[in-house]
């Protein structure tokens, strides 16, 4: 997996949620010494974690610099103000290499708009109610997370892997067991390797607008 953003990267492996990739976040101790060093700022703003460049653009004021926003994430393509001089924003992917089983059953990748308001695990329990059928499973997710009132971005992909097999309901259902008796699997974080989506464009734009109805 090569990841840049923060958007994330989720493995459902036997019905538990494995992290595949690490969000590049300002927060992050590494990250953030490596802006540092670039000369960036870290700042706080309204709540949230941004960096920004030592001065806003178009000004040195020290006051106009807090006003500005900055960029709520590390790594990301475009964003090209936080690459002159130095690369504030790293166009630099981090790349992992997980070897999967016939135990991961699909990939879901997500925007931060739904990580900020779901779990790795919450997120795979969201797709395995539809576990054999990738659209569905994408959708309820994107629902859950609106109904939890997130206001961001919210997309969501599921990659179903064609191995599962009559195991797939067993590792569901067991999944399902640990739930009701108030037992998290937790959601353990893997160095990965991840297939491609053969075909992403699979709903109609009105099913897209009609989804929250």
């Known amino acids: 997996v090569a990841n840049v953003g923060d958007s994330r990267g989720i493995l459902c492996r036997a019905g538990t949620a494995v992290a595949i990739s690490d969000d590049h976040k300002p927060d992050r101790h590494d990250e953030k010494k490596r802006i540092e060093r670039a000369g960036g700022l870290v700042l706080n703003v309204r709540g949230a974690w941004r960096i920004a460049a030592p001065a806003n653009p178009g000004s040195s004021k020290k006051a106009s610099r807090r006003e500005y926003q900055g960029l709520s994430m590390t790594r990301s ?6 690459k ?10 981090e790349v992992k290499v997980l070897p999967i089983t016939d135990k991961d059953l699909f990939l879901v990748l997500a925007t931060d708009g739904i990580t900020t308001v779901m779990s790795n695990q919450d997120i795979v329990d969201c797709a395995s109610k539809h576990w ?5 499973a994408a959708k309820n997710i994107v629902r859950t997370a609106f109904q ?12 179903q892997f064609g191995w599962q097999d009559k195991n797939t309901p067993k590792y569901i259902e067991k999944r399902k067991a640990l739930v009701a008796r108030g037992i998290d699997g937790g959601s353990p974080t893997l160095k990965p390797s991840a297939p491609a989506a053969e075909d992403m464009f699979t709903a109609s734009a009105k099913d897209d607008f009609d989804m929250f109805g």
């Open 132 to 136: 054999d059928d990738a659209e569905e």
């Open 77 to 82: 393509l475009g964003d090209s103000y936080f």
């Open 148 to 159: 939890k009132g997130s206001d961001e971005n919210l997309t969501a992909m599921v990659i």
């Open 84 to 93: 002159t001089s130095s690369a504030l924003s790293s166009p630099d992917p």
